[in-house]
């Protein structure tokens, strides 16, 4: 077929199984909303899980089914859907969504990101992000803080908040530490230290390692690559224009000093915690690197 005729027929199929599931998940987030009893809520938080995770499964059939897309999936340790995990990752392309889907779909509980507040406007997706607990959080420019300066801190006690309703129920927080899609526009601006990483920001992280405390049994360090060079798009994946995705999953140890601190009132902590989360990109980076050499 012509790509473009692939990447329509893979989008309607998606689309398809969006409308199957989205109607059982509102109707099953809103009882939850209106009822409040914690364990009927965590039975719905459950169901709505189960179907996000079927919805997945049909999405990887898709891609598998009508893309040549080869998904180099490498794990270091094994995955336990009934434990709670951290996992941090770069982030390049809306293809990432799709890479961790391959990656962690039922072989960890169902992942939640962290979601810009405007994502809830849109249509089906945003409604079905509500209805999975997803929190939504709202950045602030430099320029709106200097003018505002009580909104300082609002998105980590966001972040706060959306990791107690984790605490009852086995999870897998997914946090793009660099806040943005990597480009080299970017990378120039921030004259970033790394070859092929963005700067990271440990303040989301280590709210929500504090919050989960002894539930995250781990922390996992994704790296994803595109052999090809340039990130795809997402319309080129649909299209079955990507030939290859690489995720390389890394189990990392946490030690309890890492969860002993407080991040906003100990600077000599969060001095120490960042310079932890820059050792963490360095690695990245050379594993960047190294993976790149590996697939010449």
């Not at 719905?44 to 891609?63: D, G, P, T």
């Not at 009580?150 to 806040?179: M, S, W, Y």
Request: glycine share 6%; net charge positive.
């Amino acid at each position: 077929m012509p790509p473009w005729l692939t990447g329509t027929l893979t989008c309607l199929m998606i689309l398809l199984f969006t409308l199957i599931g989205i109607g059982p998940m509102l109707i099953i987030g809103l009882i939850k909303a209106f009822i409040p009893v914690p364990a009927y809520q965590r039975a719905c938080s459950r169901a709505v899980m189960w179907i996000a995770e079927s919805w997945a499964e049909s999405v990887k059939w898709a891609f598998n089914k009508m893309t040549p897309t080869a998904w180099d999936i490498r794990c270091d340790t094994p995955l336990n859907p009934q434990h709670s995990y951290l996992v941090v990752s770069n982030h390049q392309s809306w293809v990432d969504i799709p890479a961790l889907l391959q990656a962690f779909n039922r072989k960890t509980p169902y992942f939640k990101f962290f979601l810009k507040k405007e994502l809830i406007w849109v249509p089906f997706l945003g409604l079905a992000f509500w209805a999975l607990d997803y929190p939504f959080m709202k950045r602030y420019s430099k320029a709106h803080l200097s003018r505002y300066p009580q909104d300082q801190g609002k998105d980590l006690k966001i972040t706060r908040e959306a990791c107690e309703k984790f605490q009852h129920l086995p999870v897998t927080v997914v946090n793009f530490l660099e806040g943005t899609r990597f480009t080299r526009t970017k990378h120039r601006q921030q004259t970033s230290p790394f070859n092929n990483l963005l700067k990271p920001k440990s303040g989301g992280i280590a709210f929500v390692m504090a919050a989960l405390g002894e539930q995250m049994r781990s922390l996992l360090d994704v790296t994803i690559l595109y052999p090809e060079g340039k990130a795809p798009g997402f319309w080129g994946l649909l299209c079955g224009k990507v030939d290859r995705v690489v995720v390389d999953i890394r189990q990392v140890e946490l030690s309890a000093a890492l969860f002993a601190g407080d991040y906003s009132n100990d600077p000599v902590f969060r001095t120490e915690f960042q310079r932890w989360v820059n050792q963490l990109w360095e690695d990245k980076d050379r594993r960047l690197l190294a993976l790149r050499e590996e697939l010449r």
